[in-house]
């Protein structure tokens, strides 16, 4: 019997991560072996009790903080000293921010990309020398539809998002030279208990730096999202299935869309090079 692909997922206290976790870890085929990290190990029930009552040495749990020099060092050692390679890394750890960019500290600023693209930089970084040197591997980054198109009152949160499709695109040709592959999952709006709750979606701003004018702008696109989500969202397990058909496929693209309802967002940015198109679509969407 083949050895287990080795697989790291961040992010698998919640959402896409721990769909991502218990979809792999209980593959019929026992194809997998999968390492799910998460920042806050008090978080860690649902995975464990999986692990405890049928998933056995397929799911093993770990705390990882990815905005953690030290923490991402120490994971990656012990995973390596146990398995001596991985096979799979699936970027998921993120955050969400939906405000006016005008009202965002640059603390807050800095840790937005501090979890969401210097994270996938941490982890991409640790695992790429021994990924060449075994000429085997898959980076997963679980990026956006937010990754290719800029959302209102979504700046920061797009930002890096875009910064994580950058880098992997940059990347890409020099990896296949190694047969590393590498691939950013784009969904659209997704079922997880951030969007679940509208509350979760209160602007991050202090009231007395907006006009009035741009709060009932936010309010009336933070509606807009909340029935986007209610019509269009995948579940967490949808995305999970999509990611596990990524890692089976033979060869797979830089760019993956979960949702066929934002399947021609790619296409019609990219025959659009003044980029009016997409400003004009959102300025419709939201403001007209």
């Known amino acids: 019997m083949a050895a287990p692909t080795v697989v790291l997922i961040t992010g698998c206290s919640t959402g896409i991560g721990l769909a991502a976790a218990l979809l792999l870890a209980k593959d019929d085929g026992r194809r997998f072996k999968v390492y799910a990290t998460m920042r806050n ?37 012990s995973i390596y000293s146990a398995e001596r390679r991985i096979d799979v890394l699936v970027n998921n750890a993120g955050v969400g921010l939906i405000g006016v ?9 800095r840790e937005m990309f501090n979890v969401n693209f210097f994270g996938v930089v941490r982890l991409t970084k640790a695992v790429i020398p021994k990924m060449k040197e075994n000429h085997s591997g898959h980076i997963i980054n679980i990026t956006s539809i937010g990754g290719i ?18 880098m992997a695109e940059s990347l890409a040709p020099l990896l296949r030279k190694f047969n590393v592959k590498i691939t950013n999952v784009e969904p659209g709006p997704v079922k997880t208990a951030f969007v679940a709750n509208s509350t979760e979606m209160a602007p991050v701003y202090d009231d007395e730096g907006v006009d009035e004018e741009t709060k009932q702008l936010l309010e009336n ?57 997409e400003v004009d679509a959102m300025f419709t969407r939201f403001f007209s």
Do not use: W
């Open 41 to 77: 190990l008090e978080k860690r029930g649902i995975l464990e009790e999986a692990a405890r009552r049928q998933l056995g040495d397929t799911l093993i749990v770990k705390q990882l903080d990815v905005t953690s020099d030290e923490s991402v060092t120490e994971v990656l050692q």
């Open 101 to 109: 960019l005008e009202t965002h500290t640059m603390s807050l600023v």
């Open 149 to 166: 198109r800029g959302v209102p009152f979504n700046a920061i949160y797009c930002s890096s998002k875009f910064a994580v499709e950058g």
């Open 221 to 277: 696109a933070k509606t807009k999202m909340m029935s986007a989500f209610a019509t269009v969202a995948q579940s967490p397990e949808e995305i999970a299935q999509c990611i596990l058909d990524i890692i089976l496929m033979e060869k797979c693209p830089l760019r993956y869309q979960t949702n066929k309802n934002y399947a021609n967002v790619v296409s019609s940015k990219l025959v659009d090079p003044s980029g009016d198109a």
